[in-house]
């Protein structure tokens, strides 16, 4: 079996004095979409700011456990290295743009770190705009002006501007209408077959394990279930809970 591309083992993570994550394991394979479902509270957000590195108090820090990427352990890496070696970028909860920047200056503020010439940078803003047409209708327009949807694509249109190749996702789809969130998961669906990793948190665990090829159920920091989409689906503690069956 090749090494997975993410591996989090055995991981311990608190806030202040809370215990948030009581030794998670999971892996993300190159190419893979894997969700993490689970109540709110569970401890998926804390997943993923823990494998961006975000530093406390923001983020929860790392206290036993490992995270590896390519088998080597990332714990300690600085977040824009992440981004800027890795290639990973998370979409947080909230989106977390800069409202007084316009679209376009948001998209432009994420290739600060980026190493190649402004030929691939240009291929990825046609992309973008490609992917979002909204975002390119409005790319003069300041960020707070657009609607919670145009918002939300504006900040995966900025992750992809870092040039990653890793998306982890925050609860996409919160506040959208159906119509756009339709959108939002249509453009991951193209970027995955384009080779893009995703690693999602979705609080629509119906649509989450419709949309990924594996998933993970975390409760209370542990995981209480994992295996192929499908097969979650059936499990019926897992519809019991989160699938409304």
Do not use: W
Not at 105 to 120: P, V, W
């Amino acid at each position: 079996m090749s090494t997975p591309l993410i591996e989090i083992k055995d991981l311990y993570v608190k806030y202040g004095n809370i215990e948030a994550l009581h030794g998670i394991n999971f892996t993300v394979g190159e190419g893979e979409i894997v969700t993490l479902i689970g109540a709110n509270g569970a401890g998926k957000s804390t997943t993923l700011m823990s494998i961006a590195q975000l530093p406390p108090p923001e983020a929860p820090k790392v206290i036993k456990g490992d995270i590896l990427f390519k088998g080597q352990s990332i714990l300690g890496m600085a977040p824009d290295k992440i981004v800027a070696n890795l290639h990973m970028a998370l979409v947080p909860e909230g989106r977390h743009i800069f409202g007084n920047l316009t679209v376009e200056e948001n998209l432009k503020i994420a290739t600060y770190a980026r190493k190649e010439g402004m030929d691939e940078i240009n291929r990825d803003y046609k992309r973008v705009y490609t992917l979002f047409p909204r975002l390119d209708e409005r790319k003069k327009q300041r960020a707070e002006s657009l609607s919670g949807g145009e918002q939300q694509m504006l900040a995966l249109g900025r992750a992809l501007m870092s040039g990653c190749k890793i998306i982890m996702l925050d609860e996409p789809s919160m506040g959208l209408a159906p119509l756009l969130m339709y959108d939002m998961f249509r453009a991951l669906k193209e970027l995955n077959e384009e080779g893009m990793t995703i690693l999602l948190i979705e609080q629509n665990a119906n649509l989450a394990l419709k949309f990924a090829h594996r998933g993970y159920v975390i409760d209370t920091g542990e995981i209480v279930a994992e295996g192929p989409s499908d097969k979650l689906m059936e499990d019926p503690e897992v519809k019991k809970a989160y699938l409304g069956g």
